[in-house]
């Protein structure tokens, strides 16, 4: 409730300085006392608390240091169950093996190669894929080794050895 009103929260001080502070000294025929430094400090403060109160939730200051570059590096890796980054597997692929149970990198590295084999000729796709290498890519891919996985992409044709 107070983050909607905050700006007015921060001016309720503003006003008091502007005006509440002033009137009853003069009405009583005194003049005022209160130094325009104060007033002025009370304005500053008002505003700051109503822009503190309008500031939205979990807002944080960028990182810096090791941290962005850890941040960058964390951007950069494929989701965890992205087994497209395989060699050789392609979103339909990577639908089959999801709905067969093989979700995730080290899910991939477990499984046999006939298994993949058997996946795959039940959906008709043995012929355009070739299953050898997964597991030995997906090893490297759940270890986090992804330099080493390029190198063997690289290799690689289709996700077959050339």
């Known amino acids: 409730m107070f ?16 005006t509440g502070f002033s009137s009853p000294l003069q009405a009583a025929g005194q003049s005022s006392s209160i130094p325009w430094w104060v007033i002025v400090l ?3 403060l008002g505003l700051l608390l109503g822009l503190w109160l309008l500031r939205r939730p979990g807002e944080e200051v960028a990182p ?8 960058a590096h964390v ?11 395989m060699e050789g597997i392609g ?18 590295a477990a499984a046999d190669v006939s298994r993949l084999e058997q996946i795959l000729t039940e959906a008709d796709l043995l012929g355009l894929a070739d299953p050898t290498t997964w597991p030995e890519q997906a090893r490297l891919a759940a270890a986090g080794e992804w330099d080493a996985l390029e190198a063997l992409q690289d290799e690689l044709k289709g996700g077959r050895r050339v």
């Open 64 to 71: 810096t240091g090791t941290e962005a570059v850890t941040m």
């Open 75 to 85: 951007a950069e890796m494929p989701a965890p169950g992205d087994l497209t980054r």
């Open 42 to 44: 009370v304005v500053v």
């Open 91 to 108: 979103p339909k692929i990577s639908s089959l093996l999801q709905t067969a149970g093989i979700t995730t990198f080290a899910q991939l």
């Open 3 to 18: 983050r909607k009103y905050g700006i007015l929260i921060g001016l309720l001080p503003v006003s008091l300085a502007l």
